[in-house]
């Protein structure tokens, strides 16, 4: 059984997201539908996990994501978290990702897929955008670059399990 809000036109559309996610994903990545304790799977809320890229500051680790989808979708996007307190320039103290292809004032079109987004946030990673800051640890970025490399290291490992989900 599947629930989450109401609304036909999400429903089929994440139905769709699912079974192209299953046939093809970038390799490391996961994303699924949230499982509740009585079985169902809850549509509108999808566990991922997304791995840094080989070569970054971010390699070797697994960072959890979380999409929130409303009734709304593909028409808004779905809200886009890591855990509270996530050390990125881009990221929100709360978790929620600030990435224009998940503004709907921005980049939002209803044809962006999950496997977009969640690339985009991997991307993201790497390569903050210094233009559309979410907190103050781009000051750190800025001024002193080896206490964030540092900082960025130390975040990545603690999320260097693949038992994240």
């Known amino acids: 059984m599947t629930t989450g809000p109401s609304g036909g036109v999400a429903a089929s559309r994440l139905a769709e997201e699912r079974k192209s996610w299953r046939k093809d994903h970038p390799f490391g990545f996961v994303a699924k539908p949230e499982a ?14 997304i791995p840094g890229k080989e070569g970054t500051l971010w390699e070797g680790g697994l960072f959890p994501l979380t999409l929130d989808f409303s009734a709304d979708y593909p028409a808004k996007p779905p809200s886009v978290y890591f855990p509270r307190d996530f050390y990125h320039p881009n990221v929100f103290t709360q978790g929620h990702v600030c990435l224009s ?10 044809s962006i897929t999950v496997k977009q987004i969640l690339l ?46």
């Open 101 to 110: 292809i998940i503004n709907p004032e921005k980049g939002w079109r209803p």
């Open 36 to 49: 509740a304790a009585d079985g169902s799977t809850n549509m509108f809320r999808w566990k991922c996990s």
């Open 120 to 165: 985009g946030v991997q991307a993201l990673l790497s390569e903050p955008n210094i233009d559309d800051l979410a907190n103050v640890c781009y000051e750190v970025y800025k001024k002193d670059r080896k206490k964030y490399d540092r900082l960025v290291r130390e975040q990545t490992q603690r999320y260097a399990s693949d038992k994240q989900l």
